[in-house]
T-cell receptor
C-alpha cells in the first residue's frame, strides 16, 4: 500500500510568482487536507477537499486555492507569493469526511522558499 | 474548538517509559483525542487516538482520564528514534475534522 506522496520535495520561488504543489492520497482515501507549517510552529489548516469539492477552509486568503481530481489526488495553488509563504506544506489524506474518527495520514511535505 | 496544553519539552532516558501529558479541559463529549509526532522537517506521523477508553497499539498507549479532561501518551520503551515533537490534538466535532496543532512537546530521548 502506497502512502501519501507529495511533489516536489523542495521549491524556490520569488515574490509575486505562482506555485503549484501536488499530493497523491493514500490508496482508498477520498479526502485530502492541506496544512502550512512555518518554521518553529505547528501545522495550520489551509483547506480540505472531499470528492472534488472544498469541504472547509482555514484562515487563509483566496490566493490559496486547490483542486481535487477524480483519482483523489490534489493540488495546492498559491498566487502572488509573499515572503511569509515560505513554509513546509503538508498534505494529509483520510478515508472519508464527516467523522471525528477519520485518521489523517500525512505526506513528507514540500518545502517552499520564497525569495 | 477545544484547546490542548502540553509541556514545552521533556527528557527521557533510553529504554525507559516516556509519559507525555496533555490537558484538554474544554473537550466535548464527541471529540476524539489524537496524538501525532513529527521528527525534524518530516510530515507528522499518526500515533494513536481515543474517545473515552484507553487505547494501545504497536507504537504507544493512550490513557484518558474518566472526566476526559486530560490524557497521557505512553511510549513504553523509548529509543533515540523517538526523539520528536509530540502533538496532542482534540479533533473538532465538525464536518471537516480539521486538526488544530499547538506547539507540542519536544521529547528528547537521551542515551
Amino acid at each position: 500500500e502506497t502512502g501519501v506522496t507529495q511533489s516536489p520535495t523542495h521549491l524556490i520561488k520569488t515574490r509575486g510568482q505562482q506555485v503549484t504543489l501536488r499530493c497523491s492520497s493514500q490508496s482508498g482515501h477520498n479526502t485530502v487536507s492541506w496544512y502550512q507549517q512555518a518554521l518553529g510552529q505547528g501545522p495550520q489548516f489551509i483547506f480540505q477537499y472531499y470528492r472534488e469539492e472544498e469541504n472547509g477552509r482555514g484562515n487563509f486568503p483566496p490566493r490559496f486555492s486547490g483542486l481535487q481530481f477524480p483519482n483523489y489526488s490534489s493540488e495546492l495553488n498559491v498566487n502572488a507569493l509573499e515572503l511569509d509563504d515560505s513554509a513546509l506544506y503538508l498534505c494529509a489524506s483520510s478515508p472519508n469526511s464527516g467523522s471525528g474518527a477519520d485518521t489523517q495520514y500525512f505526506g513528507p511535505g514540500t518545502r517552499l522558499t520564497v525569495l | 474548538d477545544a484547546k490542548t496544553t502540553q509541556p514545552t519539552s521533556m527528557d527521557c532516558a533510553e529504554g525507559r517509559a516516556a509519559n507525555l501529558p496533555c490537558n484538554h479541559s474544554t473537550i466535548s463529549g464527541n471529540e476524539y483525542v489524537y496524538w501525532y509526532r513529527q521528527i525534524h522537517s518530516q510530515g507528522p506521523q499518526y500515533i494513536i487516538h481515543g474517545l473515552k477508553n484507553n487505547e494501545t497499539n504497536e507504537m504507544a498507549s493512550l490513557i484518558i482520564t474518566e472526566d476526559r479532561k486530560s490524557s497521557t501518551l505512553i511510549l513504553p520503551h523509548a529509543t533515540l528514534r523517538d526523539t520528536a515533537v509530540y502533538y496532542c490534538i482534540v479533533r473538532p466535532a465538525s464536518n471537516t475534522g480539521k486538526l488544530i496543532f499547538g506547539q507540542g512537546t519536544t521529547l528528547q530521548v537521551k542515551p
